[in-house]
């Protein structure tokens, strides 16, 4: 029976009745925008308030629009009466009320949802009853029930397994239909709680995570469009895949970004072992040391002249003031506060003289020349890159700042091996980005945001963590990842370590061990590789039998796959080592297809994925090609291959010239 055909157990009296509820919702919905339009910005008093009004006006129009096929509700709960809330509750997508006030869909987000997701029969917090709705486009067409009282028993369900297998078109979108127990309690942690989950490919790390911060935005809305909540992703094709997500569920303030967004896309070349030192915690004693060694020794006090009179201010006294300012601010601000001192030291004498000077006095011996000069020389003025640049292509230098953090041979993989002539004309690699972020923020505090969401989160270094650690030392994050799948050299082992690093000990790990994406066979077949990989972590469970889905082809042509699986429906990903895109694009150039470009929406069915854009992404049908090449393309290359095998939905098809790695031939 094709999904959500009415099915002959399904009065239909009961079916006219809900979706007479859909009708009445959908009305209200539009008499709530009609409303909305009908308010006029002109009650604010002045012109720039009457803006702020009118655009908060527009943006309520737009969430209040109806998207027709987008269920309103999905959900509807029946409890026990004797408490203060409604007996009867739908549960959708975004709250809709009549003209009276009376709530006829209840956001998700909202605490009396909670039990469409947790009730259970072992604790039905007071619900009686739980119906899913299943729709068709936009038209409500079956529906089924489970009992939650005592001694019922819940089967698996329907609509739910439906809603988990339904081919994969098009970017990632929203669960809030379909959200698991343990998901639900990981999107509803308090904002204060950092949550850190390390869960198999295809657990639902990236969903939860973005229902997170819908959640969190919903609950917390004044706080966090203060301060503001950011998603942070492993390269731009995954932000484009996930970019509609919070959308749909109405969130459009959440800027998402990587890493290289949020340093600067910096792209000079490194080897990886160079980035591997520069990436780790040890680096930050030295870049501070770095920083805080550019502070001279006043030897000569200052000497301000005004008119006929000379004010001085002692050697002694400018080394007590450098000295008192040194470790106790920012360089920055400790740079200007210096420039103060003296200038009230110059005041005090003016005012011993019998003057009676005021703050603007105050602020232009500030900025006199003589103050400067005397500034710039102690305590002069830097920029990230001057500090960098010296430190990587001065020895001396290096050695003073390092100490005894970087051993000798450390200090000789940092140097450049051609220093560039200036700060201006240095090229800095990505590694080099988090450098200068630590050295920006040595100078002048980074504000935080209010909520950071951390996805694969696993392969990212010490200092990159610190990175995005001050972005939130004011708020709480979501960090999520598999130890399984980093690849990149400084890939973690440990979820504590990574909390650490990123300010967040108190965080809590937790696990999803349940897989909505892989096909069994897929996955116990990717799971081959897990005791060479991360061989702590247990094999994955999938929820999805998918018997038949497995195919491992020596001597095909992937043109020849490509024809097999374009017959079937869903998207279509051939991963390939990032060295064959070419040749494998043209090996097909009889079929319409397209390479995966991060800055382009894809329209074509068929994609061409290179290895390393692959994280995060999943498509109905994925053809590997030759796992060999993509294991020795890089230091972590069977982490890689894991992370390739685990991105089908419904069948995975392995082709192969050379042996397969011997590690899946277990
Ligand atoms: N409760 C759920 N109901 C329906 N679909 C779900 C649920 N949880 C996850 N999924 C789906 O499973 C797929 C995998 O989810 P997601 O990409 O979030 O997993 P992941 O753990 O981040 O995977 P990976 O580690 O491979 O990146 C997605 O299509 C997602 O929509």
Redesign the pocket.
């Known amino acids: 029976m094709p999904a959500h055909q009415l099915a002959p157990d399904i009065p239909s009296d009961v079916l006219a009745a809900e979706q007479t509820h859909l009708a009445e919702s959908r009305a209200a919905l539009k008499a709530m925008r009609a409303h909305a339009q009908s308010l006029s910005a002109d009650a604010a008093g002045d012109w720039v308030s009457q803006q702020i009004l009118q655009s908060l006006l527009d943006q309520r129009v737009a969430a209040l629009a109806d998207h027709p096929d987008t269920p309103l509700f999905f959900g509807r709960l029946d409890r026990e009466a004797g408490d203060d809330l409604p007996v009867t509750i739908y549960v959708g997508r975004r709250h809709v009320h009549d003209g009276t006030s009376r709530p006829l869909v209840i956001d998700w987000r909202a605490p009396v949802s909670r039990a469409f997701y947790q009730a259970s029969p072992a604790d039905p917090m007071r619900v009686v009853r739980r119906r899913r709705f299943g729709y068709h486009g936009g038209a409500l067409t079956a529906f089924e029930d489970e009992p939650l009282g005592e001694g019922s028993e819940v089967g698996p369900s329907k609509i739910?397994t439906e809603?988990?297998e339904r081919p994969?078109t098009g970017p990632?979108?929203?669960?809030v239909?379909?959200?698991?127990p343990d998901?639900d309690e990981i999107v509803r942690a308090t904002l204060a709680q950092t949550v850190c989950?390390q869960?198999?490919?295809?657990?639902?790390?990236?969903?939860?995570?973005?229902h997170r911060a819908a959640y969190l935005l919903f609950t917390h809305r004044e706080r966090l469009a203060r301060s503001g909540v950011m998603i942070v992703g492993p390269n731009r094709a995954?932000l484009s895949y996930?970019s509609s997500v919070l959308p749909a569920l109405g969130e459009v303030k959440v800027d998402q970004t990587t890493v290289a967004g949020l340093l600067g896309e910096h792209a000079a070349e490194e080897d990886p072992m160079v980035a591997a030192v520069k990436g780790d915690a040890r680096m930050a004693p030295v870049l501070e040391r770095a920083l805080w060694m550019h502070i001279v020794k006043p030897e000569e006090g200052l000497v301000f002249t005004k008119g006929a009179y000379r004010f001085r201010v002692a050697d002694y006294e400018v080394r007590e003031m450098v000295a008192s300012l040194r470790g106790t601010t920012r360089y920055l601000p400790g740079r200007a506060a210096l420039a103060q001192r003296l200038a009230h030291q110059v005041l005090v004498r003016m005012e011993q003289r019998g003057e009676s000077p005021d703050d603007r006095v105050q602020d232009a011996v500030a900025r006199s020349k003589p103050v400067k000069q005397l500034v710039e020389t102690v305590w002069p003025k830097l920029t990230p890159e001057q500090v960098l640049h010296r430190l990587l292509s001065d020895p001396e230098f290096l050695l003073k700042a390092a100490k005894s953090d970087l051993s000798p041979d450390e200090q000789e993989m940092l140097l450049w091996r051609k220093p560039y002539r200036s700060w201006k004309s240095a090229k800095w690699s990505a590694a080099d980005a988090a450098l200068l972020d630590e050295l920006r923020d040595l100078m002048e505090r980074t504000p935080s945001l209010g909520h950071l969401v951390v996805?694969?989160a696993q392969d990212l270094s010490e200092m990159q963590l610190r990175a995005l650690g001050r972005r939130c030392r004011n708020g709480s994050a979501t960090v999520?990842?598999?130890l399984a799948?980093g690849t990149t050299p400084w890939s973690t082992s440990s979820w504590e370590t990574v909390l650490k690093h990123l300010g967040q000990d108190e965080g809590e790990v937790t696990e999803?061990t349940l897989?909505?994406?892989?096909p069994r066979e897929v996955l116990d077949y990717a799971a081959r590789l897990l005791p060479s990989i991360a061989p702590e972590l247990a094999a994955p469970r999938s929820l999805r039998p998918g018997a038949g889905s497995l195919t491992v082809r020596a001597g095909g042509t992937v043109a020849e796959a490509a024809r097999q699986v374009l017959a079937r429906e869903g998207s279509i990903g051939v991963i390939v080592p990032d060295a064959m895109v070419a040749a494998v694009s043209e090996s097909l150039s009889g079929l319409p297809h397209a390479v995966l470009d991060p800055d382009a929406t894809q329209e074509h069915r068929l994609l061409i994925v290179p290895a390393t854009l692959a994280?995060?992404?999943?498509y109905d049908h994925v053809i590997v090609v030759e796992p060999a090449d993509i294991v020795e393309a890089e230091p972590r290359g069977l982490a890689r291959l894991y992370?390739v095998l685990?991105?089908a939905?419904t069948s995975l098809t392995v082709l192969h010239d050379r042996p397969l790695p011997a590690q899946l031939g277990a």
């Open positions: 739910l809603e988990i994969r990632m979108r929203d669960i239909a379909t959200i698991q998901q989950v869960g198999a490919p295809g657990t639902g790390k990236t969903a939860v995570g973005l995954f996930i996805d694969e999520l990842g598999d799948q999803l897989g909505f994406r892989v994280k995060g992404l999943e992370v685990t991105r939905v």
